[in-house]
């Protein structure tokens, strides 16, 4: 780019001075365009976060003593998405557990699920 042209900012169309390799003509300008640019991916995460909280929270205020047994319809009833959940643990014995950050449940019989609290590991 020659040197007398001048560039202008992706963000306002306001003009840059500063580095030639400058894109933006301040930091405000620089997050609103980065921001606008990650709207839709950062709309899903933070829905798929505020499901993995809400789940997190059922689960934490069903099981006060950190092994509990509790019906589907308990979860379900409060609002509980099996859809989401951080990770699996599969046990020796083929038992698959799904936890929602360090709440897990397992599924038993009948509809029926342990809800458990994983142990830290250090």
């Known amino acids: 780019m020659p040197k007398n042209e001048e560039k202008i900012c992706l963000e306002c169309g306001g003009k840059i001075i500063g580095r030639a390799d400058k ?3 301040s930091d405000q300008c620089r997050v609103a365009y980065n ?3 990650n709207r839709d991916e ?3 995460m933070n829905n798929v976060m505020n499901l993995l909280r809400k789940n997190r929270r059922i689960l934490m205020e069903l099981n006060t003593t950190g092994k509990t047994r509790v019906s589907r319809e308990t979860l379900v009833k409060k609002g509980f998405d099996f859809n989401y959940f951080t990770s699996q ?6 038992a698959l ?4 950050f360090e709440q897990g449940y397992l599924p ?3 509809n029926w699920y342990l809800l458990v609290v994983k ?3 250090t």
């Open 23 to 25: 894109k933006f003509c």
């Open 35 to 37: 921001n606008k640019l």
């Open 97 to 100: 557990y799904y936890y929602c």
């Open 89 to 94: 643990y599969k046990t020796k014995d083929n």
């Open 119 to 121: 142990k830290e590991t």
């Open 108 to 110: 038993i019989e009948n």
């Open 42 to 44: 950062t709309n899903y």
